[in-house]
């Protein structure tokens, strides 16, 4: 099983290119379900999900071909196996994405409940109860949603809850349908709205993607068209706070700073100054690094697929810090390795109180998720000495060669073995 393992205590210097989003290539390489035709995709992430989702779809039968650049072509003109096996669906949640484009275009799914991160609860009811508000038939037996529909009709469809793949899954079967659907408190994320796009290039009529009210006008079918995929907001962020961290002064391409707004306002209030053009982010810090207090929300406030590598941040900053998790209950399980390394952290239920350190001592933590594991290699890159992470098939999950990039700004990181 591989490891990291970090020498800390290097300013971070230099230009690396921000990988597609994987939050975004994972809906859209399901939407390649809803056409006959090809849709190819570029700026797909060389990431340990999409290999897994790529895998899935290739068992249902879709034709793929991937080239040396990631450049990703999905051929849905002959899906024979309309169902998601438990053995491929079970370390990844987004698996749940195939249901309603297979839904909507065969009439029936087998899809396994699914698994993924180890942090909190992510009910797919809200997918289901939107699918039968669609007027689908659909039942949960031996671990499996048993999901059929002649057609979906179209409804108007409240989440109590916003929820990001469910307000994708539900997009997507509406596209197919007959009639209009609505959905609302509508997940408002870029990924949403990327997805958004590229249906409405295979020809969907969709409006208001990126606000809480999304109305789909069901079509008979969809086409191939071509686009690329959205870059990574999330790990634009994680490379801008480990240069915060560490020092230095490191240029993003491809990165967007719109996509980014609540991150960059915390940065420049921890001290880093941010500047930006149309697809580049450059980021450099002047003097002592300030706490910050965070709280997690739906986009476009503080995502909470950032809140752990602000927690990192604390950990060396000057001040006292509450970082506040909204949306997922059990986020803070990095809490406990970051104190292995010397971070002064206490948990009061859905707030971690941070106090920075002096310094943090590096030592062996272990991986429990994915961006726990960010939060961790952040942590190792200022602390003294050598920083072991173990489990790091999180990383592998959504951060692409996170060593060759890093190591290409300075840092001391190799992977072993």
Not at 107 to 129: E, F, M, N, T, Y
Not at 143 to 155: H, M, N, Q, V
Not at 186 to 212: F, N, Q, Y
Not at 287 to 307: C, E, I, Y
């Amino acid at each position: 099983m591989d490891k990291l393992v970090i020498q800390g205590g290097v300013p971070l210097n230099g230009e690396i290119r921000i990988s597609g989003a994987k939050n975004a290539a994972l809906p859209i390489l399901c939407a390649g379900l809803l056409a006959e035709q090809p849709l190819r995709l570029s700026a797909v992430p060389h990431l340990r999900d999409v290999t897994t989702m790529l895998e899935l779809l290739g068992h249902m039968g879709m034709r793929i071909a991937v080239d040396e650049r990631m450049n990703v072509e999905l051929d849905a003109g002959d899906i024979h196996t309309p169902e998601a096996p438990y053995a491929m669906v079970k370390t990844m949640r987004a698996s749940i994405l195939v249901l309603g484009p297979l839904l909507t275009r065969f009439g029936h799914a087998r899809v396994s409940l699914p698994g993924g991160c180890a942090i909190g609860s992510r009910p797919v009811d809200l997918h289901i109860k939107g699918l039968q508000a669609m007027g689908a038939e659909i039942h949960i037996e031996h671990g499996y949603i048993e999901a059929r529909a002649d057609r979906l009709k179209g409804a108007r469809i409240f989440t109590d809850l916003v929820t990001v793949t469910g307000t994708e899954n539900l997009m997507m079967a509406a596209a197919l349908a007959d009639g209009t659907t609505v959905l609302e408190n509508a997940a408002r994320e870029p990924e949403v709205i990327d997805l958004a796009e590229c249906l409405i290039k295979m020809g969907a009529r969709i409006e208001g993607a990126g606000s809480d009210v999304i109305t789909i006008h069901g079509v008979e079918r969809l086409y191939g068209t071509e686009h690329r995929v959205v870059c990574d907001r999330i790990e634009a962020g994680t490379y801008l706070v480990a240069t915060a961290m560490t020092g230095g002064k490191v240029r993003l391409a491809n990165a967007r700073a719109d996509l980014l707004e609540a991150v960059i306002e915390k940065l420049r209030e921890a001290g880093a100054d941010v500047e930006h053009d149309a697809d580049s982010i450059g980021i450099q810090r002047h003097g002592t690094l300030k706490s910050v207090n965070v709280r997690t929300a739906p986009h476009p406030a503080f995502p909470t697929d950032m809140q752990a590598q602000f927690m990192a941040l604390n950990t060396v900053a000057d001040g006292i810090a509450r970082v506040t998790e909204t949306i997922f209950e059990n986020r803070f399980m990095h809490v406990q390795e970051m104190r292995r390394l010397g971070a002064d952290i206490e948990v009061d239920g859905h707030t971690a109180i941070v106090r920075g350190a002096p310094h943090l001592d590096g030592a062996t933590v272990m991986a429990t998720d994915l961006r726990a594991s960010a939060s961790l290699v952040l942590a190792g890159l200022v602390a003294r000495g050598d920083t072991m992470i173990e489990r790091i098939y999180h990383i592998d999950r959504g951060y692409e060669r996170i060593e060759e990039k890093l190591s290409a700004l300075g840092a001391r990181i190799k992977r072993v073995h």
